[in-house]
């Protein structure tokens, strides 16, 4: 399966190119192949309760073992993310700094705004990779201008496991984006968003374009990580809780506990434009990211049904808020993101149907007036 679970599809259940049920060429058509086998069996047609039942018993059963393998879950069938391997704990050189991302992904997305808002286009160029059939990450040529697929720019590899295999002491876990690449010492830096978002803001100031902007000054710092402390668990996590849920107890948790902390930040923003008041601080890019995704892909596809997003008058206004801040809405590419739900989770979404685009969430309504500037006395810079 995709990025976000812990492992791409192990090769056994990995389609071949020749599998393909998208290959018009392949020889091999296991839904023909099926369809003669119960044909032969049945006659026309297979007696609907028996193939209901059949099916549903063979559908069940594989349903829990890709999810066991690719999602891990507590006792209790409640997703639990695994931790990210490569931590960022001390100062680099801006020299050198080459950055992995996918477009679908929310927490490269933090990644990719906080870069564009502090100017460092320049400073940490970027490779963008696109999810494959089995959901690990690979480099194809893109045909979009600005952020758009791209091949690996600083290492030539096809794929990024190959990128983590390049570091000294080599790799075997999770290839996850973002990943943050050191090209002097041809090593991975970091994989952790959180930790990339920090310092691109304060650790890279010598070669950004816009040093000025703190999105995390000292008198805020205690309130961005309470506030970081809500959001993780319940929101940007807290989606892949219930779309990752192995039963309809940790379903019913993970909800309520998204639906109650949505809840809570529809009354908080009523008065505050921002999660820390005037000014706009990272957490709001880790909010954001997951916003923007809602309606497109977690209410449908991870069943965070109770509500949508645009039913939330001040979340919605909050996140066109950030998608109209300049240089953010470019880092927003939502075929990717539906794609890469739709077409890749597999387990979710057996059929690869990508759903039609909620109107709420395109790029003309996302840029109507937000009306929130009255809720803020100063400006972002
Ligand atoms: N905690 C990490 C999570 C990164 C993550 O899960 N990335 C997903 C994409 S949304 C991924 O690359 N998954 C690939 C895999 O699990 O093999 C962070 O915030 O950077």
New binding site residues.
């Given amino acids: 399966m ?7 599809l192990p090769s056994v259940i990995r389609p071949s190119p020749r599998m393909s049920l998208n290959n018009n060429n392949s020889k091999f058509n296991p839904s023909a192949l099926l369809n003669s086998v119960t044909k032969l069996l049945w006659g026309q047609s297979l007696p609907p309760g028996l193939l209901v039942a059949t099916v549903r018993t063979a559908w069940n059963s594989t349903w829990q073992l890709m999810m066991s393998q690719l999602a891990p879950s507590d006792s209790g069938g409640a997703y639990s ?1 695994p ?2 391997k490569f931590r960022l704990s001390h100062t680099l050189s801006p020299d050198g700094l080459h950055l992995y991302v ?1 477009l ?5 997305h933090r990644t990719l705004i906080v870069r564009a808002l502090k100017g460092l286009e320049d400073a940490v160029p970027v490779s963008v990779a696109s999810p494959g059939l089995d ?3 690979e480099f194809r040529r893109g045909n979009t201008d600005g952020i758009g697929p791209s091949l690996d720019k600083a290492n030539g590899c096809r794929t990024l496991k190959e990128v983590y295999r390049l570091r000294r002491g080599g790799y075997d876990g ?5 990943l943050l690449w050191d090209k002097a010492s041809k090593d991975v830096v970091c ?4 930790d ?1 978002i920090h310092f691109f803001n304060s650790g890279l100031n010598s070669v950004a374009g816009n040093p000025g902007l703190d999105l995390s000054p000292p008198q805020l710092k205690d309130q961005i990580e309470e506030w970081y402390q809500l959001i993780y668990p319940n929101v940007n996590n807290g989606v892949y809780r219930c779309g990752f849920a192995q039963s309809q107890e940790a379903y019913d948790r993970a909800v309520n506990d998204l639906f109650s902390t949505l809840d809570m930040l529809e009354d908080h923003l009523a008065s505050s434009r921002y999660l820390c008041g005037d000014t706009l601080t990272l957490v709001d890019i880790c909010l954001f990211t997951t916003l923007i995704r809602f309606d497109i892909a977690y209410n449908v596809l991870f069943k965070c049904t109770k509500k949508k997003l645009c039913e939330y008058t001040n979340l919605h206004a909050y996140m066109r808020d950030i998608y109209q801040i300049p240089k953010v809405a470019a880092t927003c590419n939502f075929a990717e993101i539906m794609d890469g739900y739709y077409k890749i989770l597999f387990p979710l979404n057996p059929g690869s149907i990508r759903p039609t685009m909620p109107s709420t969430s395109e790029h003309q309504n996302l840029c109507r007036p937000h009306g929130r500037e009255p809720l803020s006395l100063t400006l972002i810079k």
């Fill in positions: 995709s990025w976000c679970l812990a492992n791409p993310r931790a990210s996918g679908a992904c929310p927490w490269a959901g690990s990450w999770r290839s996850t984006v973002p994989n952790e968003s959180y990339i």
